[in-house]
């Protein structure tokens, strides 16, 4: 059960589960990470799921309940894409992973038009 902390971010029990649902490269890869995860960890999670070296650089999004494209680059993201998973009851968390970084903030990732 997600529990609110001091600074009002939402906390889960380490023992809950979430699915992450990763698009890569065409590829559908499908884990099941601890609530508690943070962005550093979830950052090498996907990296490994996904075979990306450590020093290729990642852009992860993910798809929010109004099927609009999120970035996650922070532990607040992430605490809100849980949030609003928890809240929706998906399935699981669908993220999309892309091996660039946009040029600018608030742009598409090159090849972004062919995934979302």
């Given at each position: 059960?997600?529990?609110?902390?001091?600074?009002?971010?939402?906390?889960?029990?380490?023992?809950?589960?979430?699915?992450?649902?990763?698009?890569?490269c065409?590829?559908?890869?499908?884990?099941?990470?601890?609530f508690?995860?943070?962005?550093?960890?979830?950052?090498?999670?996907?990296?490994?799921?996904?075979?990306?070296?450590?020093?290729?650089?990642?852009?992860?999004?993910?798809?929010?309940?109004?099927?609009?494209?999120?970035?996650?680059?922070?532990?607040?993201?992430?605490?809100?894409?849980?949030?609003?998973?928890?809240?929706?009851?998906?399935?699981?968390?669908?993220?999309?992973?892309?091996?660039?970084?946009?040029?600018?903030?608030?742009?598409?990732?090159p090849?972004?038009?062919i995934?979302?």
């Amino acid at each position: 059960m997600p529990m609110p902390t001091e600074n009002g971010s939402v906390m889960y029990s380490g023992s809950e589960l979430i699915k992450i649902k990763a698009h890569y490269c065409g590829d559908m890869l499908i884990t099941d990470l601890a609530f508690s995860l943070t962005f550093a960890a979830l950052s090498d999670e996907v990296r490994e799921l996904c075979s990306v070296a450590r020093q290729q650089p990642i852009t992860l999004k993910w798809i929010d309940d109004e099927g609009d494209p999120c970035t996650i680059s922070s532990q607040m993201e992430l605490e809100e894409a849980f949030r609003i998973h928890h809240r929706t009851r998906r399935s699981g968390l669908l993220l999309h992973v892309f091996p660039s970084i946009p040029e600018r903030p608030g742009q598409p990732c090159p090849g972004e038009d062919i995934w979302l």
